[in-house]
């Protein structure tokens, strides 16, 4: 049956709903609607120059959709009075195109509404009975593409009680929602897209370190505590190795504004917060692992607190690498604080550097500066130990008795290699294990590779259009080329294992003379290996603690005692 009342078009897509019925896209209602207008005769409304629904910015949008078939629709049915909105309709009278929409029909300019259903008009009663009172008033005829309504009192009263169950499925959905967030948080799991630097384990949905982000952000941590580094430059630092994001939309970088939120979230540390929900990972995730220790975090709180003022990257680049003979947070206080690293009087090294660069061109700081010139000190002020300061002689010398008891005998060897070996074998597994959940996100990539030809290779296109179709093409490309590296660098960082592994079991046979020879990189390289800490009271004596599986190698009795590992005093 002819008529000449026009129609609008109203769709609505809020990101809350995914589920059943109501995962119709935007575009896909406007096709659903313009076909079911052609079927009953229907007059969609031209929309007007002023049109006051659409801004050159949504078109910009929809002419750029990585979907090409999406990118059709609107671009065939732009000249149409169709209103696009993507809010939640769950709370009345937030929704600023609805709101305008119901002014202009109950001012008389709109006399005809097109939807796909019910429930993208409404999905409170306030506003279903406003839209209901506007058909009693005569002001709009209503037509749904998959609901059918008459303008009698039995129409009315089944109209209003699709907005009820509406109302009552948003409700359920938003209780389901709350209540799985709650349990899943108190769980200690992932939601959504995970933290930063970490995984989703997809099997049992625990947070677990990203094999290649977690390493690198450790060093971030590191460069932000220690050297207070600039947001900027630690980010320009992140992307420049490699770092990446994936997550449900795209890949991302680095960018200081995340950084910035980074820093002051006590996940890394191990406590999660979610809304008014609050866990301990350490605790409910067997397999979470901390980024930073508590201390390191509120270090940062009271940086932030007292605002210190930001590095250059001039004033952050480490210029006595080759002279740190200790690794940070090897070294720490009776409570547990660093002792940083300092040199004093450092022009006076460099003048010395200058001059015996004339005769030795190849000469570093490691040639000028003496053990006894370099110091450790306590520099947090929330220490009791504030302001203690150690040169390295002293630890240099302690660190060398200490080495000088590792007796190692054949029966102690074979056993160590062993448990090399062994260690070995739970690496490959490891690194197996990340190689199947990368081959699992490359085929998931590559599946939906597939499906975006299938659905827009038999797709007539406009030159744009392909030019769009073939970026997306690339752009899964290079999310599958992102992940491919990372698989190589599981297998470098294999290979660099099995070398370091190979290397120690050669260096634990004759440690003590390797660390008498060593130079200040060489040092901090053994004493990483060898020790665990180094703690130095007020009195400046030290208690240094071998590995705990490396024990076995030293001597069992030594005139400092000790049970706790290998300890000795100054």
Known sequence: MSTSLEYVIYCRKSTDESSGQQNQSIPDQIQKCVDYAEKEWLTIKHKPKDFEFESDSDIFKEDNDTDILNRQIYSKYRHLYIIKEQQSAKTPWKRPKWKRLISLIKQGKIKGLLSYSPDRQARNMMEGWELINCVDDGLVDLKYTNFHFENNASGKMMLGIRFVFSKQYSDKLSEDITRGNKTTVAKGKSMWDPKYWYMRDEENGYYIPHPQNFSLMRTAFEMKIYDNASDENIAQWLNAHWYVRETKDKVKTVNPKMLYRVWEDPFYYGIYVRRNNTVDLRESNPFYEALITENEYWILF???????????????????????????????????????FNLPSKHRYYNKL??????RPKATLRDVVKPNQIRFKVANKLSKDFKLEITFNLIDKEILRVLDKVKINKEAYDRYVKF???KLDGINEENKRQRNIFNLQINKLSSQKKDYIQRNMSLSKTKDEESVYRSQLADYDQKIELIQKEMEAITVSERNTILELEVFIHLIKNVGEDYKKANYVQKRRIASIMLSNIIVDKQKRLTIAVKPWLEPLFEKKNSF???DGVRTHV
């Open 354 to 359: 200058t001059i015996l660069k004339k005769e």
């Open 561 to 563: 005692g000790g049970d």
């Open 302 to 340: 009271d940086r932030k607190m007292k605002n210190k003022p930001r590095l250059s990257l001039k004033e952050v680049k480490d210029e006595y690498d080759d002279i740190i003979p200790l690794k940070k947070w090897l070294l720490i206080s009776k409570d547990w604080f660093p002792l940083i």
């Open 420 to 422: 090399v070996n062994e």
